[in-house]
């Protein structure tokens, strides 16, 4: 896993805090619930929880506990990290459970390559028009590949796996990373 052993920096601070005021006005001003950055030990809880089913099988359209498919793992794991359901967004109403397309476009702040870290969410797709894949980050294991759990399809079950931040893999490529945003 990635450490951090530098404080948060000045630029990621003021990041977070205009993002912050941002969703607060857009919340007053649309009705949108209200939307914070989960914590880094958060993520680190949500990935842990991922872990501990790694090897079960991937079942379109599963929520877990005992079978996932994506987003049903990075959902799962989220919810059992806060302790809470109703943590997602899907338009501007709260929800329980989503897809990976929502979790995209709804419920994370993006983020550069430099500033994931272990648990966040990244995505995958395979034309570039909607989010088919992701998991959760674990760490970089050079400049280009990292390391990410996932429930995926092509094994049939819960793994760690590789990916390439550049380039084809089993027909999909790298679109992006967030972290996820929970929903007040």
């Known amino acids: 896993m990635l450490k951090r052993n530098f404080p948060i920096s000045r630029k990621y601070m003021l990041i977070f805090i205009i993002s912050l005021l941002v969703v607060i006005f857009l919340g007053a001003c649309e009705n949108l619930p209200l939307q914070v950055p989960v ?19 991937y079942v379109l359209g599963a929520r877990g506990p005992d079978e996932f498919d994506c987003s049903g793992l990075i959902t799962w794991a ?10 997602f967004r899907v338009n501007n109403k709260k ?4 897809n990976m397309q929502d979790l995209w476009q709804y ?13 966040d969410i990244v995505f995958i797709t395979i034309d570039g028009k909607k989010i088919t894949h992701g998991g959760l ?10 390391e990410f759990i996932n429930a995926s399809s092509y094994y049939g079950k819960v793994v760690i796996d590789t990916w390439n931040i550049e380039g084809l893999k089993r027909g999909q490529y ?3 990373a967030g972290r996820l945003t929970i929903t007040y």
Request: hydrophobic share 45%; proline share 3%; net charge negative.
């Open 174 to 176: 790298f679109v992006g």
């Open 137 to 146: 980050f674990i760490r970089w294991i050079d400049d280009n590949e990292f």
């Open 95 to 98: 929800a329980r459970d989503v």
């Open 39 to 57: 914590t880094a030990d958060v993520g680190v809880k949500a990935l842990e929880k991922a872990r501990d089913v790694i090897g079960a099988p």
């Open 78 to 87: 989220y919810k059992k990290a806060l302790g809470k359901d109703d943590i």
């Open 107 to 119: 419920n994370v702040v993006a983020l550069e390559k430099g500033d994931i870290m272990p648990g």
